[in-house]
């Protein structure tokens, strides 16, 4: 695999954190430390902050991403967002599929399907999470959860629109909990995704689809994980929150 083939991104997932000059303050302070940055950076906002994002970084390298989006059009689903009001605004990216949005509230493969459907209908381009939880890696079936949940997410997208398509391997037993996966498990994983793209559209497809790492990278281990051939990026929680840990991750990337 040519990792030279693909550009690395690096997107921080802000979760449910910031007010709005809180989150005028975070991108002002990162967007002189990224400027010169050799990778796409994204900043995924909360909803009530999206604005004030798209704002900040006009004229910058920067992208701005939502953190969910629905799938249908409009309609009477109280307190939910559609991939079209994303777009209309200007944002550019929308986090699909994280594991908080699967364990917490019901996310099925089913539904993430349809939401990076309405998402690619809008032109928004997707990070898509796929990953396995404690108990599946421990019973040997990680690599049989991330194909059926990849599987699932891309049915009917097709190779074109695969283009818009970032993915995000996030095993759920090292996200907000400190752990990490080793560079090698982090690398072994992505590179069986990446070949469940090629069984899906072929060998050039996979080779240029950008499969981030996300599960606790920070600073300190982002140069190692980023090192690895089919390691393209990282989907960065915590440490988006703090300026010079996300531009340090941003750094890594760039000299990969």
Not at 60 to 77: D, L, M, P, R, Y
Not at 103 to 119: G, H, I, M, W
Not at 143 to 151: G, P, W
Request: proline share 2%.
């Amino acid at each position: 695999m040519n990792k030279a083939k693909r550009r690395a991104v690096i997107a921080g997932n802000w979760k449910m954190n910031k007010t709005r000059p809180e989150a005028k303050a975070l991108i002002e302070e990162i967007i002189p430390l990224v400027k010169d940055a050799d990778c796409g950076v994204v900043v995924c906002v909360p909803y009530t902050n999206l604005e004030t994002a798209l704002e900040a970084v006009k004229g910058t390298n920067i992208g701005v991403g939502a953190e969910n989006c629905h799938w249908e059009k409009s309609g009477a689903f109280t307190a939910e967002i559609s991939a079209g009001m994303l777009a209309e605004m200007g944002v550019e990216y929308v986090i699909i599929g994280h594991s908080e949005r699967r364990q917490y509230f019901a996310e099925s493969d089913v539904t993430v399907n349809r939401r990076v459907r309405a998402a690619l209908d809008e032109g928004l381009k997707v990070i898509l999470c796929v990953g396995e939880t404690l108990e599946q890696r421990e019973h040997g079936i990680t690599e049989r959860v991330c194909a059926i949940q990849t599987k699932a997410a891309l049915e009917g997208v097709t190779a074109k629109e695969l283009a818009s398509i970032i993915i995000a391997y996030e095993p759920v037993w090292a996200i907000g909990t400190g752990k990490t996966a080793t560079s090698e498990q982090a690398n072994e994983v992505n590179h069986y995704i990446r070949t469940v793209i090629a069984d899906l559209y072929g060998e050039e497809a996979a080779e240029g689809t950008t499969i981030q790492y996300g599960g606790s990278m920070n600073a300190k281990n982002a140069e190692e994980l980023l090192d690895q051939v089919d390691v393209d990026g990282g989907l960065i929680g915590g440490a988006s929150l703090k300026a010079p840990d996300f531009a340090a991750i941003v750094k890594a990337a760039s000299r990969t």
